[in-house]
Every structure is written in structure tokens, then in C-alpha cells.
């Protein structure tokens, strides 16, 4: 019985592929020209949603897919690759078969549409930067294979002070000073209770005096007054009447009452005061304290007493107010305060005053001078959270923030926001908690919800060219070589915590911008190919934590421990080189076990830049160096080896992170080199063990002879073609360097042997 075929999408009229108008069908299609696997059935479009497509229906014969498995994949399956104009798109791949098995790895679909391989774990923008057509027909054909044989799926997945202190403490507003003098405003308070319902903190605020005088809710009137300078002397103890203040103020030349007694008719002036059900008056006291009385100002004291009166019956008792119909009004004052004296007798309650959070007393709590930068944070996860946390807390820098993403639940178990703030925008979750930590003051940066990468973004691009300190957490590969390409940023600094949890890195650029990220990532990696150090940095987990459904719904296993060390270590030593100039690579591990952090730090080296027509080739002086030494030590013959690094397509640069020395079978004369292969491919696995996947073979190099040029010889093209075509399955370019006496040549086929 013949397979029936879920019709998707319009058949193209033409049927020819110069009708294709998708540049990455038109690339696909001439791969699959050459793919022995795959046979070209007929072009499809699908125009809908406002998102156009074309469709290229392929069989796919797989000799890996056993025949009869009991996933139910067959050895020859109808697939339609679909592309979008979209260049944000992931491509798709649709199982045509009405009855092609469920299998983990599918995307969700519309009913009625074919089956969605979900053939990439990572996200577009991190698949795109390597992908070639070869690749995606490959990976299609891995993903069929492994499906069939039941080995795609994770294990794992589910899924001198003027008196002494006292016990209650008033917090004033950090805009104290300011706002004081200003009669249209009022302090009020709320205390803020313990369990046993005692407020020993008290908040405060200005409010409007005028909505003052018309509440009855408050919990305490509020009388706050600025003295005049006082010489400061010995301690005293807390007064326990009104009248002990008063007397205390009136021997350093301060007369207290009648500063009082104008403060109460200021305030009942016009409709007077309300009667309310408080039984206290809070008396705030700025006190400008001297050391001379022809002196400078010392230090401004602020001290605090609870008055055991409300506000209208203090008044009355000063003799300065009368109460009438509810409300208590302005009455003369006869004789004057030496001649009503009821007051005296109010007993005062002592309450220590303390200075408002603020970002200035945070840099002084932390021993920092500066204010740090006006900078950006992108990337708002465990790591990023954490270490913005540090910054706020210390008052360092200010910052707008950029991550597209939103809290879930298990965010929380590494992330600062908590679970109210769960479905809030990460970077919305993080502003939230610096508002919670200075609540007079707003942020000044931005949050924006977003991706760092999308430069077309007026908000993105602002922060990003006006800060002066970029920082990347976002623990992709795409944001910083973006950024240094677009080179809009005065300087940047990327992040991230390895795999294990265990190590961390931080790459800093130098003030003059002349190291940009993506010329310190090669050198980061060659330090981790040839140093101890490497040999698991990137390698190993404590195991996935599956989060949801969805093939990318995958969290690492990390300790919030590790996460806070690193988070520590990072925010300190970026705060502390971003005022230096150099730029930087440093590298920390730590022993799981006893907890002590080793640190690596790699000397940057100056980065070249080569033209080679339709691709940038990056290296640098320090690697340069050490090719010129392999040649001179191998001198008078010529020696080579293979060259190390990776393609970043999207930016149409390689990065060269290596040089490989010739291996012991090579053979090397005065005049020529035919390169070896013993030990290689262990190496180049170790290699890309070591580097997460990143980094591989690009290329070949070989020397020249004293008093020969580094131009290719004839023998050398033929090389280079032949190298071309042995990567021509991956569709890379291949790369050769040259060295010679004082001098390199640096040459390049692409996949077509174009030269």
C-alpha cells in the first residue's frame, strides 16, 4: 500500500528553481543537487499570516534508519523544507506522511498541517551564525537516524553625637534636606511593625499640607524644624519631658519652644486642624552642629522625640490654639511661653533617626568613591540578575537594562525576582527591586524588553551608543560579536558561568576600542585549548532540568551557590577594570569540594585584520609570533601544520584561534612540506571536546625557505583547491597561510573554488 501525502502549501507554477526567490532555498536547492541522500520531488509556496515561504519537497533516503524500527521512521521519508523571507525564521522541516509517527522533537502544529521536526536545540539566532545548507541536510538526516533508534531523546528530560541612641529608630526620606523648609509640605509617618506588633522602625514621608490638615488617619502629626547652629559639647541623655528638651536647647542658645509654637500656628493657619484619635506629635529636629561657635559646620544631626500629645492638644497646652466644632483653631497668646508652661510637662519618647537609603550612602557602605558608569546590562538571567542585585546595592553605576525574556517559575530558583513577579519581563523584575531598594528615587536607565541583538530598535541602539560601559550576560554568542561588529558601543565586557558552574570568564575591551570582544573570544579559546585549566571548563553539568514541553524548555543544573560566587567575583573585577584602560581575559575555577577560586589572566594581543575579498580573516600578533618561531625552529627546511578556529557566516568573518605544529609524520624539506596526520583527529576531537563544539579545523599553513617570498607556488594552489573542495561538504571556505621570512599570505577558496 502506497503512503498517502498531507498537501501543504501551493504547488509553484514554474517549477523551476530560478523561480525561487528565498536565498536560502536557492542555496538548499543546489545542495541538494549534490547530497546523495536526498532527491528533489517538486518547489511549493505558502503564502499566509502575512509571512511568505517557499517549500522544497524532497525524498530522503537514510541507510542509518533500520528498517522495521518500532519508532515507525522510514528509510525513505517525503520532507518539505520550507524557508522563510523572514530572515528571523528558523527554517522548517515538514513530514509530508499522513501517518508519520509522534516522536519527542516535534514542534506544535496547527491541526490538519504535517508533522514539524524540531531538529535545533539552540534558538535561530544562535543556529543561524554557523548553518549551511550541507549542515541542515545532515542534521535532518542525524535527527531521522537517531529518532529511529531511539537515542535522540535526553534521559533526563521530565522535565560625637548630641544624644545618646535609642531603641526606636525614624527613617526620614532621602529627600529630607530638601524638602524640609518647604511650608506647603508635611512629614508624616507609618511605622513599620515587628511580629510583636512593635514598631520599632518608623518610615516617613512629605505629603502636601494642605491633605494633611484634612486627614485623621495618620498615625502620628509630624512637627519637623530646622535649628539654628549649635557648639557642640558633651553627650546628653534623652530628656524625658518637653520641658527638659526645651531647657537642653535653651543652654546651647536654641529656643526651642517658641520654634514649636510657630510651627503649630503655621500649620492651623486657615481651617485650622482636625481632631483626631492620635495621642502622640512627632518632633523631628535638624540640628547643624559646630565645633566652634564662630566655626564651621561640622555635621548636620537629626534627632527625633515622640511627644505625648496630639497635635491640637500640644497647641492647646502651648496656649496657642483653642478647640471648636471638631477642629482646633489659632488663639493669642497671652504672656508668652514663660507664662504657659502645661507643656512642660508633656513626656518626650527619644527615637534615633536614620539617614534614608540612598545610592550615595550604598557607595560609602561599600567602600566605593565613583558613581560609576552610565552602562548597560543585556542579559538579565541568573548571573546578570545577580550581579545587577550587587550593583544596585552598592550604588554603582546606572544602568539600563535589555533581555527579551520573562520570570518562570523555575527561574527562581538562581533568579533575584520573586514569585509575585512571576510572568513580569525580567528586566521589569529587576528595575522593580532597585525601585524597592531606593523608593524616592526612579531608575534612570531603561528596561527594555527585548533583544540586544536587534539593532533596528531605536531603544536598543540608544542605550547601547550613549553608555559608557556595555556589559553582556547574555550567554549567547550572537550579542557580542554584534556588537563589536556595529562597533557602536565606547566600550564592552562579556560574561558568562561554564556549564559545570564551577568557572567563570570575564573579556574586557581596552578603552581605545582597538580590542573589540570579538577579537578577544579566539584568544579566550586558544588559552583554553593549551592551558590545565582547560581541560573541563566547558565541559560537564550537573544534569538538565526540563521546564516545560517544548524542545528548548531546558534549564542547567547549577547551585544558586555558584552562581552568587561567580556573580561576586565578576561584578567586583568588572567594576574595577572598566577604570582601567587595558583591555582583559581572565578566567576563575573553583573547587567544588574545598571552595577555593583559582584565577587565570591572558595578556590580550593585538588582533589583525585581513581582507579577503567577501570574508574579514582574524588573527592576531601573538599567534603571528608564534608561527614565525614554529618556521625559524624548523629552518632550513620548511615546515606546516593546521590551522584552528571557526566561521561566524552571519558576519562573514573566521576566526583563526591556532596554530597546530606539524605532526611527527610529516616530512619536510628545503624545498617543500607534505604535512602528516598522526595524532590529528584525536586532537581535533580534543579540540572540539574542549571548546563546547566552537572551534575546528579552518585550514592549512605551511613555511617558505630564507630569501623566499610568502607568495603561494604553484603546488600551493593546487593545495588550496584541493583543501576547498575536501570542506566543500560543510560549504566553508578553506583557508591557507603562508609563512615566510618576514612576511604571511594569507589565501582562500571558497566552496565553489573561487579564489
Given at each position: 500500500m502506497s503512503d498517502s501525502f498531507v498537501d501543504f502549501g501551493e504547488i509553484l507554477d514554474s517549477q523551476s528553481h530560478t523561480d525561487l526567490t528565498i536565498s536560502h532555498a536557492q542555496k538548499t536547492f543546489a545542495a541538494i543537487q549534490e547530497h546523495p541522500a536526498f532527491t528533489l520531488i517538486e518547489f511549493r509556496w505558502i503564502d499566509e499570516d502575512d509571512s511568505y515561504s517557499e517549500l522544497l519537497v524532497v525524498e530522503c533516503?537514510?541507510?542509518?534508519?533500520?528498517?522495521?524500527?518500532?519508532?515507525?521512521?522510514?528509510?525513505?521519508?517525503?520532507?518539505?523544507?520550507?524557508?522563510f523571507r523572514q530572515s528571523d525564521r528558523l527554517p522548517e522541516v515538514r513530514a509530508l506522511r499522513s501517518d508519520f509517527p509522534a516522536t519527542p522533537h516535534q514542534n506544535h502544529i496547527r491541526p490538519g498541517e504535517p508533522a514539524s521536526i524540531c531538529l535545533y536545540f539552540e534558538p535561530w539566532s544562535s543556529v543561524e551564525r554557523s548553518w549551511t545548507p550541507q549542515k541542515h541536510l545532515n542534521r535532518i538526516l542525524w535527527w531521522l537516524s537517531n529518532t529511529a533508534n531511539e537515542s535522540l531523546h535526553r534521559g533526563?528530560?521530565?522535565?560625637?553625637?548630641?544624644?545618646?541612641?535609642?531603641?526606636?529608630?525614624?527613617?526620614?526620606?532621602?529627600?529630607?534636606?530638601?524638602?524640609?523648609?518647604?511650608?506647603?509640605?508635611?512629614?508624616?509617618?507609618?511605622?513599620?511593625?515587628?511580629?510583636?506588633?512593635?514598631?520599632?522602625?518608623?518610615?516617613?514621608?512629605?505629603?502636601?499640607?494642605?491633605?494633611?490638615?484634612?486627614?485623621?488617619?495618620?498615625?502620628?502629626?509630624?512637627?519637623?524644624?530646622?535649628?539654628?547652629?549649635?557648639?557642640?559639647?558633651?553627650?546628653?541623655?534623652?530628656p524625658s519631658t518637653l520641658g527638659q528638651l526645651h531647657d537642653q536647647f535653651e543652654r546651647r542658645g536654641v529656643d526651642l519652644s517658641s520654634l514649636v509654637f510657630e510651627d503649630i500656628q503655621r500649620l492651623a493657619d486657615g481651617n485650622g486642624l482636625p481632631e483626631t484619635k492620635e495621642l502622640?506629635?512627632?518632633?523631628?529636629?535638624?540640628?547643624?552642629?559646630?565645633?566652634?561657635?564662630?566655626?564651621?559646620?561640622?555635621?548636620?544631626?537629626?534627632?527625633?522625640?515622640?511627644?505625648?500629645?496630639?497635635?491640637?492638644?500640644?497647641?492647646?497646652?502651648?496656649?496657642?490654639?483653642?478647640?471648636?466644632?471638631?477642629?482646633?483653631?489659632?488663639?493669642?497668646?497671652?504672656?508668652?511661653a514663660d507664662q504657659v508652661?502645661?507643656?512642660?510637662?508633656?513626656?518626650?519618647?527619644?527615637?534615633?533617626?536614620?539617614?534614608?537609603?540612598?545610592?550615595?550612602?550604598?557607595?560609602?557602605?561599600?567602600?566605593?568613591?565613583?558613581?560609576?558608569?552610565?552602562?548597560?546590562?543585556?542579559?538579565?538571567?541568573?548571573?546578570?540578575?545577580?550581579?545587577?542585585?550587587?550593583?544596585?546595592?552598592?550604588?554603582?553605576?546606572?544602568?539600563?537594562?535589555?533581555?527579551?525574556?520573562?520570570?518562570?517559575?523555575?527561574?527562581?530558583?538562581?533568579?533575584?525576582?520573586?514569585?509575585?513577579?512571576?510572568?513580569?519581563?525580567?528586566?521589569?523584575?529587576?528595575?522593580?527591586?532597585e525601585s524597592a531598594i531606593y523608593p524616592a528615587d526612579r531608575p534612570a536607565g531603561k528596561a527594555i524588553a527585548g533583544s540586544a541583538s536587534n539593532f533596528s530598535s531605536d531603544d536598543v541602539v540608544e542605550v547601547l551608543n550613549t553608555a559608557d560601559l556595555v556589559v553582556d550576560a547574555t550567554t549567547t554568542l550572537e550579542f557580542p560579536r554584534d556588537l563589536s561588529l556595529h562597533?557602536?558601543?565606547?566600550?564592552?565586557?562579556?560574561?558568562?558561568?561554564?556549564?559545570?558552574?564551577?568557572?567563570?570568564?570575564?573579556?574586557?575591551?581596552?578603552?581605545?576600542?582597538?580590542?573589540?570582544?570579538?577579537?578577544?573570544?579566539?584568544?579566550?579559546?586558544r588559552s583554553l585549548i593549551n592551558s590545565p585549566w582547560g581541560e573541563t571548563h566547558l565541559v560537564g553539568s550537573s544534569g538538565h532540568l526540563w521546564v516545560g514541553a517544548g524542545c528548548r524548555d531546558i534549564s542547567a543544573v547549577i547551585p544558586n551557590e555558584h552562581v552568587q560566587l561567580h556573580a561576586s567575583i565578576l561584578a567586583r573585577q568588572i567594576r574595577l577594570h572598566s577604570e582601567q584602560p587595558e583591555a582583559n581575559i581572565q578566567v576563575w575555577s573553583c573547587n567544588g569540594d574545598s571552595g577555593a577560586v583559582e584565577t587565570d589572566v591572558i595578556v590580550p594581543m593585538p588582533p589583525i585584520v585581513v581582507d579577503l575579498g567577501d570574508m574579514r580573516l582574524v588573527w592576531d600578533e601573538g599567534l603571528r609570533d608564534r608561527v614565525q618561531e614554529l618556521r625559524d625552529e624548523s629552518l632550513p627546511n620548511e615546515t606546516g601544520g593546521i590551522l584552528l578556529g571557526y566561521f561566524d557566516l552571519k558576519l562573514s568573518n573566521?576566526?583563526?584561534?591556532?596554530?597546530?605544529?606539524?605532526?611527527?609524520?610529516?616530512?619536510?624539506?628545503?624545498?617543500?612540506?607534505?604535512?602528516?596526520?598522526?595524532?590529528?583527529?584525536?586532537?581535533?576531537?580534543?579540540?572540539?571536546?574542549?571548546?563546547?563544539?566552537?572551534?575546528?579545523?579552518?585550514?592549512?599553513?605551511?613555511?617558505?625557505?630564507?630569501?623566499?617570498?610568502?607568495?603561494?607556488?604553484?603546488?600551493?594552489?593546487?593545495?588550496?583547491?584541493?583543501?576547498?573542495?575536501?570542506?566543500r561538504a560543510d560549504g566553508l571556505p578553506a583557508l591557507m597561510l603562508i609563512v615566510g621570512e618576514h612576511e604571511e599570505t594569507w589565501l582562500a577558496a571558497d566552496a565553489m573554488g573561487g579564489q
Open positions: 533516503r537514510n541507510d542509518a534508519v533500520p528498517t522495521r524500527n518500532r519508532v515507525g521512521i522510514n528509510y525513505c521519508e517525503r520532507l518539505a523544507l520550507r524557508f533526563d528530560q521530565p522535565v560625637e553625637q548630641l544624644y545618646f541612641q535609642s531603641r526606636y529608630k525614624l527613617v526620614l526620606p532621602p529627600d529630607y534636606e530638601e524638602k524640609v523648609n518647604d511650608k506647603a509640605l508635611c512629614l508624616i509617618v507609618e511605622p513599620r511593625l515587628l511580629r510583636e506588633n512593635d514598631g520599632r522602625i518608623i518610615a516617613s514621608s512629605f505629603i502636601s499640607s494642605e491633605e494633611a490638615s484634612q486627614r485623621t488617619d495618620l498615625y502620628l502629626s509630624c512637627l519637623a524644624l530646622s535649628l539654628p547652629p549649635v557648639v557642640h559639647g558633651a553627650v546628653e541623655y534623652f502622640f506629635t512627632l518632633l523631628v529636629l535638624a540640628i547643624p552642629l559646630l565645633r566652634e561657635s564662630d566655626g564651621e559646620l561640622e555635621r548636620l544631626e537629626h534627632k527625633a522625640f515622640v511627644i505625648g500629645s496630639s497635635l491640637g492638644n500640644l497647641g492647646v497646652l502651648c496656649g496657642i490654639l483653642h478647640f471648636n466644632d471638631g477642629r482646633y483653631w489659632r488663639a493669642p497668646l497671652v504672656g508668652g508652661l502645661s507643656w512642660r510637662d508633656l513626656t518626650v519618647e527619644p527615637l534615633e533617626v536614620l539617614p534614608s537609603f540612598t545610592k550615595g550612602l550604598a557607595r560609602t557602605a561599600s567602600g566605593i568613591v565613583g558613581k560609576g558608569p552610565n552602562g548597560v546590562l543585556a542579559g538579565l538571567g541568573a548571573l546578570g540578575s545577580a550581579i545587577m542585585n550587587i550593583w544596585q546595592r552598592q550604588g554603582w553605576g546606572t544602568w539600563s537594562l535589555i533581555d527579551h525574556d520573562y520570570i518562570k517559575p523555575h527561574n527562581l530558583a538562581r533568579h533575584t525576582a520573586y514569585e509575585s513577579q512571576v510572568g513580569s519581563y525580567k528586566v521589569d523584575s529587576v528595575q522593580n527591586l562597533g557602536i558601543a565606547k566600550r564592552a565586557a562579556s560574561i558568562f558561568i561554564t556549564p559545570s558552574g564551577l568557572g567563570s570568564v570575564l573579556l574586557i575591551e581596552d578603552a581605545g576600542n582597538s580590542m573589540r570582544l570579538d577579537k578577544l573570544e579566539p584568544q579566550y579559546y573566521v576566526y583563526v584561534v591556532d596554530v597546530v605544529s606539524a605532526p611527527v609524520d610529516s616530512q619536510g624539506s628545503q624545498t617543500g612540506f607534505t604535512r602528516g596526520v598522526e595524532g590529528l583527529q584525536e586532537y581535533l576531537r580534543i579540540v572540539k571536546h574542549k571548546t563546547a563544539g566552537i572551534v575546528g579545523y579552518v585550514g592549512e599553513w605551511h613555511s617558505h625557505p630564507s630569501q623566499v617570498s610568502a607568495n603561494p607556488s604553484s603546488a600551493d594552489m593546487i593545495q588550496l583547491t584541493y583543501l576547498a573542495d575536501e570542506l
